[in-house]
């Protein structure tokens, strides 16, 4: 792992724990063990860090698709995979992209597009497991699959906010054995 990479999952784990605007660079570099003026040699600016923060977990969720099978069950697995890490935290914390979207989207619009960046991949994906899934044009997938995002985000936030799984068993139920049960021919 470069030093660069190095500084952005620490700033990730940081602004996970933390927030964007909680966390500054200083904690960063100490955490990094860099001097700060070392820290300007691999990003412009802390928005120039943010966005690297937010593509870090852009390919940490490409990767956790690449793992799971392109069925309605390898799409079970792939959020059952966010929310066992929220239950591992003990309901802390919540999602790192969607706490980042709470705060960083009406800041600046760059971090809004890169945000943006995130649901795509999450609605690209989905879509493409409805579609391989034998859900027709009419069920129109990709508007399910926007459904489904929100439905998580939703879980997720309400899992942290309870402090237990009820909303994630509630989003297992609702979505996969309601919703997704029976494909239309």
Same mark, same amino acid.
């Given at each position: 792992?470069?030093?660069?990479?190095?500084?952005?999952?620490?700033?990730?784990?940081?602004?996970? +724990?933390?927030?964007?605007?909680?966390?500054?660079?200083?904690?960063?570099?100490?955490?990094?063990?860099?001097?700060?003026?070392?820290f300007y040699y691999y990003f412009?600016? $802390?928005?120039?860090?943010?966005?690297?923060?937010?593509?870090f977990h852009i390919e940490n969720?490409?990767?956790?698709?690449?793992?799971?099978?392109?069925?309605?069950?390898?799409? =079970?697995?792939?959020? #059952?995979?966010?929310? =066992? =890490?929220?239950?591992?935290?003990?309901?802390?914390?919540?999602?790192?992209?969607? #706490?980042?979207?709470?705060?960083?989207?009406?800041?600046?619009?760059?971090?809004?597009?890169?945000?943006?960046?995130?649901? $795509?991949?999450?609605?690209?994906?989905?879509?493409?497991?409805?579609?391989?899934?034998?859900?027709?044009?009419?069920?129109?997938?990709?508007?399910?699959?926007?459904?489904?995002?929100?439905?998580?985000?939703?879980?997720?936030?309400?899992?942290?906010? +309870? $402090? #237990?799984?009820?909303?994630?068993?509630?989003? #297992?139920?609702?979505?996969? +054995?309601?919703?997704?049960?029976?494909?239309?021919?």
């Amino acid at each position: 792992m470069t030093k660069r990479d190095e500084i952005i999952v620490i700033a990730a784990n940081l602004i996970h +724990e933390y927030g964007y605007n909680n966390i500054g660079i200083k904690k960063i570099l100490e955490e990094a063990n860099i001097p700060k003026g070392s820290f300007y040699y691999y990003f412009k600016s $802390k928005e120039d860090l943010a966005l690297a923060v937010i593509e870090f977990h852009i390919e940490n969720t490409r990767a956790v698709f690449n793992q799971v099978d392109r069925s309605l069950e390898g799409l =079970r697995d792939f959020f #059952n995979f966010f929310f =066992r =890490r929220l239950e591992e935290m003990e309901y802390k914390k919540g999602c790192p992209i969607g #706490n980042l979207i709470l705060e960083l989207t009406d800041l600046k619009e760059s971090f809004r597009e890169k945000l943006l960046e995130w649901v $795509k991949l999450l609605e690209e994906e989905i879509t493409e497991i409805l579609k391989i899934s034998g859900f027709k044009e009419e069920m129109e997938p990709r508007s399910l699959a926007s459904f489904i995002i929100t439905s998580f985000e939703g879980a997720i936030m309400k899992a942290k906010l +309870e $402090k #237990n799984k009820v909303p994630i068993d509630e989003f #297992n139920y609702y979505v996969f +054995e309601c919703l997704l049960k029976t494909p239309l021919d």
